[in-house]
């Protein structure tokens, strides 16, 4: 079965430091997403993308962030000039169409901010 | 906005007994979509069940089924004869049902442990 698949599974990073998280979705998906989920809470919505442009965002999603889908596979998330607070998992998730169409989760990059 | 309610932080059953878990969710909105998913120690997020709001027949899915009642805005997830391998976090999501994209709104989980 056909599976998001995230790079890395962990990155730690010193805090100020730009960080890029990768997704590859499946191939026949046309929408894009990505959430977040701090230790111990519950996961929060952050962005969703299709036809190559922000459909919508969360307040969360601040100008630290930015998504790009730079080739016809890959979808990332930009983190820049990183804080303590942004140390969680991060989950992209596709789906086929936007109507009705179960969304399919990575397994997600643990992202640890020194 | 949308908000989604699981008031059972931790369960805990015997292997083969029957669990439900609960949630409520708050909408001002007639056409929707509701889902579980589980979320294992592994941390990999997987749809367990979907239900369709404007559907009255509840979902089921193998030992999997729910109780939708939308007037009282409730959708809990019943696991029959529940297995060692359904140890994990549950998580409710609510989906406004309209074309384009859909965010999930999630609650903050019920974590489920099935004990031998």
């Known amino acids: 079965e056909p599976e998001v698949t995230q790079t890395p599974s962990h990155q730690v990073t010193q805090m100020g430091q730009e960080v890029i998280l990768r997704c590859v979705p499946i191939s026949n998906h046309l929408y894009f997403y990505w959430y977040r989920q701090i230790l111990g809470q519950k996961v929060e919505f952050l962005v969703s993308?299709?036809?190559?442009?922000?459909?919508?965002k969360s307040e969360i999603f601040d100008d630290q962030f930015s998504v790009e889908r730079p080739d016809g596979s890959n979808f990332t998330l930009k983190i820049r000039s990183t804080k303590l607070e942004d140390s969680a998992m991060y989950f992209c998730a596709s789906s086929e169409t936007g109507l009705y169409q179960p969304q399919h989760f990575g397994d997600g990059t643990r992202l640890s901010i020194l | 906005a949308q908000t989604v309610t699981q008031s059972q932080p931790e369960m805990s059953v015997q292997e083969a007994e029957t669990v439900t878990l609960s949630c409520t969710y708050d909408t001002s909105e007639n056409n929707y979509y509701l889902f579980w998913y589980k979320q294992p120690p592994s941390r990999q997020m997987i749809l367990v069940i979907r239900q369709e709001a404007y559907k009255q027949q509840n979902a089921t899915e193998n030992r999997f089924s729910v109780n939708f009642q939308k007037a009282a805005k409730s959708f809990s997830l019943k696991i029959s004869d529940s297995q060692l391998g359904d140890t994990a976090m549950y998580f409710c999501?609510?989906?406004?049902?309209?074309?384009?994209?859909?965010?999930?709104?999630f609650g903050t989980g019920t974590r489920l442990t099935i004990i031998p």
């Open positions: 993308f299709y036809n190559n442009e922000i459909s919508e």
């Open positions: 999501a609510f989906m406004k049902r309209y074309f384009g994209n859909e965010k999930l709104t």
